[in-house]
């Protein structure tokens, strides 16, 4: 089984605090997994919503594909998700509690197909990014002590 990362939310993770991950398919055009397999993907103010017991992503931009001339499609288009009808729910109901959103964490493409990485997640107050922050420096003081030891 391939897997090839093709764009990452780097934000998703000092944000918010991430409760649990998911995997969906995504109903994309030609152009669309074109331009993804080329890697022209952001997520910077991408999210989740639900509407009549479906997921959808919005404000996911996917460049248009250079080569698509007229067929091309809308680099932000709202695009369905493919889950299973349990996990949208749980989202969902999770979901418009206080403080809880669902958010794109990363693109995959696994056997050509591509796949969207999903998680349940709660905001970060200032305080929490900062202590985040720390953690994260202390993590890489550590590492450059031991790589000088050696």
Do not use: C, W
């Not at 929490?128 to 030891?149: G, P, S």
């Amino acid at each position: 089984m391939s897997s090839k990362v093709v764009s990452v939310n780097r934000k998703a993770y000092h944000e918010y605090f991430i409760i649990e991950k998911f995997e969906a398919g995504m109903v994309l055009t030609g152009t669309e997994i074109k331009s993804i397999r080329k890697g022209t993907v952001q997520f910077k103010d991408a999210y989740i919503h639900f509407v009549q017991g479906e997921a959808f992503i919005r404000d996911m931009y996917i460049a248009q594909y250079v080569q698509g001339n007229q067929f091309n499609h809308d680099e932000t288009r709202e695009r369905k998700l493919l889950l299973h009808k349990e996990e949208i729910r749980k989202l969902q109901r999770k979901s418009v509690l206080k403080g809880f959103t669902v958010i794109p964490l990363s693109l995959n493409l696994v056997n050509g197909r591509a796949k969207l990485e999903i998680a349940l997640a709660q905001g970060k107050e200032l305080h929490d990014k900062r202590q985040t922050e720390k953690e994260r420096d202390a993590k890489r003081e550590i590492a450059k002590v031991l790589k000088n030891n050696r």
